[in-house]
């Protein structure tokens, strides 16, 4: 095949000699030379300048910025679906400076980044990937906008979760995905991960949106708020949209973007491991296609994408605190720490591997709940089995967990208990059950929830002591109609206020327990995924312990160590790192390989 042939060109003589067999020709010769054509073509399916192994959000956004520059690239993805964990979140972005910010009139410098994501890091991530994220990270918003259907929309006083940290922002630096019409997937659309808590019914709904929805039945602008949510969905569908928002917004705009730029994306296709030159450089993966290994070629570069280890409860045990399992996680189902492990065998090291995007979450029977609101709105308090108080309800969820392990063997709090009275479940939205109307028993059932007319007795259903439990409610009370509280500062940052009841006075996040009957929900440490994985440089390219890079691999998303390190700086630190350091990789390939 001469080389000046292009892998389109090849592929569409095969197809034409297909054509021409199946007209009728009897030829041996041209039989033969049909076949040996045909094949050459298939060789050339797998031969790409570029692989991402992962379909999430880090994998397309590498694979939509490989393409526009001139990227031969290829996507495989394990799962049925694409989108990964992305596609089942709410999709909040962090990238400080990003233009849909700065277009909002957000008063953000980079300096004020710099300065406020090494507060929160800390010297656990080096200054250069720190800041190889602030730099990059709004160009590729920018980069996306311009090269996708993807829009995002300015995420209005959601605070940095460390607003009183030098360069925080009490107003924010977070956005999210625009409204998407599932349309212009078209059949596509049907092989989406589906979101983790699809929206109401006749409802179209975006994260900002959620605060007020759970107020609805108390707040008048919650309400205005949850009329709005009903009216968007009525006129996308009167003018023969299917509006997504959130995580399927973000995946499938995203995917729209690689369709529109011609990159191939196989679904049901595993990946196994790396493929080497006889110097040790990564030039292809192996993958399960169609049942049977098969190697696909990338002679620029392979970037994992894969997501994290959540569902391995081998790596879990491994390497993460006890205790631990896989049925406390809401990350995709796919994540199985695939690319990880092959980086392993290939020597890289790794950074971060005992931690995870942590937040408290209810056992529910199906799939546990990642309680966002529903521990900082007022009228609940967390306790552990002495029936104490034993961190700032309203702090950042992955703080809690953390605190949960950190205080675990002292006096146990894995579980913990949520619990908040009658009063409580009579104003406010939990998880997608209205205000005053009951549990299903399928939690009573479950063990994840119990009911009690007296506090001594919900106490000894969930096998706390009982006076303990009384003393704690009393203390808590008197801090709540005093508005302060002096144990654990709930409501002292500006971050606590987001998800509470600016209804209720002098401290919108603390009021008492006081009517009957009283709930106790069990607490574990659920998490959105993992966050540990593989070393890279500011570059994403993936080292070893001692510093040399792995030639030809990169890496971004779960699959890598997270720049955050062990702390999270916002509201989407996950997917906005994430979808930065997958353009950053691209970028090198490109200008590098």
């Given at each position: 095949m001469p080389p000046t042939l292009s892998r389109r060109t090849v592929l569409a003589g095969a197809a034409a000699i297909g054509a021409g067999l199946a007209v009728g020709s009897t030829s041996p010769g041209r039989q033969a030379l049909a076949a040996e054509q045909q094949r050459a073509a298939l060789a050339a399916e797998q031969q790409f300048d570029a692989v991402v192994v992962g379909c999430g959000a880090a994998g397309m956004t590498a694979a939509l910025r490989l393409a526009r520059r001139g990227v031969s690239v290829l996507v495989v993805e394990k799962a049925s679906t694409f989108g990964g964990s992305a596609a089942r979140s709410g999709a909040g972005i962090w990238i400080p400076n990003n233009e849909v910010i700065l277009a909002a009139g957000v008063p953000d410098t980079p300096a004020s980044a710099s300065a406020y994501l090494a507060a929160v890091v800390g010297g656990d991530v080096p200054t250069a990937k720190q800041q190889a994220f602030l730099d990059n990270g709004p160009q590729m918003i920018s980069f996306v906008q311009a090269n996708s259907p993807l829009r995002f929309r300015y995420m209005a006083d959601y605070p940095d979760y460390y607003p009183e940290l030098p360069g925080g922002m009490p107003q924010g630096r977070s956005i999210?995905?625009?409204?998407?019409?599932?349309?212009?997937?078209?059949?596509?659309?049907?092989?989406?991960?589906?979101?983790?808590?699809?929206?109401?019914?006749?409802?179209?709904?975006?994260?900002?949106?959620?605060?007020?929805?759970?107020?609805?039945?108390?707040?008048?602008?919650?309400?205005?708020?949850?009329?709005?949510?009903?009216?968007?969905?009525?006129?996308?569908?009167?003018?023969?949209?299917?509006?997504?928002?959130?995580?399927?917004?973000?995946?499938?705009?995203?995917?729209?973007?690689?369709?529109?730029?011609?990159?191939?994306?196989?679904?049901?296709?595993?990946?196994?491991?790396?493929?080497?030159?006889?110097?040790?450089?990564?030039?292809?993966?192996?993958?399960?296609?169609?049942?049977?290994?098969?190697?696909?070629?990338?002679?620029?570069?392979?970037?994992?994408?894969?997501?994290?280890?959540?569902?391995?409860?081998?790596?879990?045990?491994?390497?993460?605190?006890?205790?631990?399992?896989?049925?406390?996680?809401?990350?995709?189902?796919?994540?199985?720490?695939?690319?990880?492990?092959?980086?392993?065998?290939?020597?890289?090291?790794?950074?971060?591997?005992?931690?995870?995007?942590?937040?408290?979450?209810?056992?529910?029977?199906?799939?546990?709940?990642?309680?966002?609101?529903?521990?900082?709105?007022?009228?609940?308090?967390?306790?552990?089995?002495?029936?104490?108080?034993?961190?700032?309800?309203?702090?950042?969820?992955?703080?809690?967990?953390?605190?949960?392990?950190?205080?675990?063997?002292?006096?146990?709090?894995?579980?913990?208990?949520?619990?908040?009275?009658?009063?409580?479940?009579?104003?406010?939205?939990?998880?997608?059950?209205?205000?005053?109307?009951?549990?299903?028993?399928?939690?009573?059932?479950?063990?994840?929830?119990?009911?009690?007319?007296?506090?001594?007795?919900?106490?000894?259903?969930?096998?706390?002591?009982?006076?303990?439990?009384?003393?704690?409610?009393?203390?808590?009370?008197?801090?709540?109609?005093a508005g302060s509280d002096p144990d654990f500062h709930r409501g002292d940052s500006a971050y606590d206020h987001y998800y509470t009841d600016p209804s209720v006075h002098p401290n919108s996040c603390l009021a008492p327990l006081w009517l009957p009957p009283f709930y106790a929900c069990k607490i574990v440490p659920g998490d959105l995924g993992t966050k540990g994985g593989l070393r890279t440089d500011a570059r994403s390219r993936v080292l070893r312990a001692d510093g040399t890079v792995v030639a030809g691999l990169y890496a971004a998303g779960n699959s890598s160590a997270a720049v955050m390190g062990h702390s999270y700086a916002g509201a989407g630190a996950t997917i906005g790192p994430a979808m930065t350091f997958g353009y950053i990789a691209a970028n090198d390939i490109a200008d590098h390989s």
């Open positions: 999210e995905p625009d409204l998407f019409d599932g349309n212009l997937l078209g059949p596509e659309l049907a092989n989406l991960n589906p979101a983790y808590m699809p929206t109401p019914p006749g409802m179209t709904v975006f994260t900002t949106d959620y605060r007020w929805l759970v107020l609805a039945l108390v707040n008048v602008h919650g309400t205005a708020v949850a009329a709005e949510c009903a009216a968007r969905y009525a006129s996308a569908v009167l003018h023969g949209r299917a509006p997504l928002t959130m995580g399927q917004a973000l995946a499938g705009a995203l995917r729209a973007g690689l369709a529109t730029a011609g990159v191939p994306v196989w679904l049901n296709t595993p990946f196994q491991d790396f493929q080497f030159d006889g110097q040790g450089r990564v030039t292809g993966v192996v993958v399960n296609r169609d049942g049977s290994p098969t190697v696909i070629q990338a002679s620029r570069g392979v970037i994992v994408a894969a997501g994290g280890f959540e569902h391995n409860l081998a790596m879990r045990l491994a390497y993460q605190r006890k205790p631990i399992g896989t049925d406390w996680t809401v990350g995709a189902a796919a994540n199985m720490g695939d690319g990880i492990q092959a980086g392993l065998r290939a020597g890289a090291a790794t950074d971060f591997l005992d931690d995870a995007w942590w937040g408290p979450a209810i056992p529910l029977p199906g799939e546990p709940y990642f309680c966002l609101a529903e521990r900082t709105l007022p009228g609940c308090i967390l306790v552990n089995s002495a029936g104490s108080r034993f961190v700032n309800e309203a702090a950042p969820y992955s703080d809690v967990v953390h605190v949960m392990y950190d205080k675990n063997g002292a006096t146990p709090d894995i579980p913990a208990w949520l619990v908040f009275d009658q009063n409580y479940r009579n104003r406010y939205l939990f998880r997608d059950v209205p205000p005053v109307l009951p549990f299903p028993d399928s939690w009573y059932d479950a063990g994840a929830v119990f009911r009690n007319p007296t506090l001594d007795g919900l106490a000894r259903e969930i096998g706390v002591p009982a006076d303990a439990l009384c003393a704690t409610v009393a203390r808590f009370n008197r801090y709540a109609l």
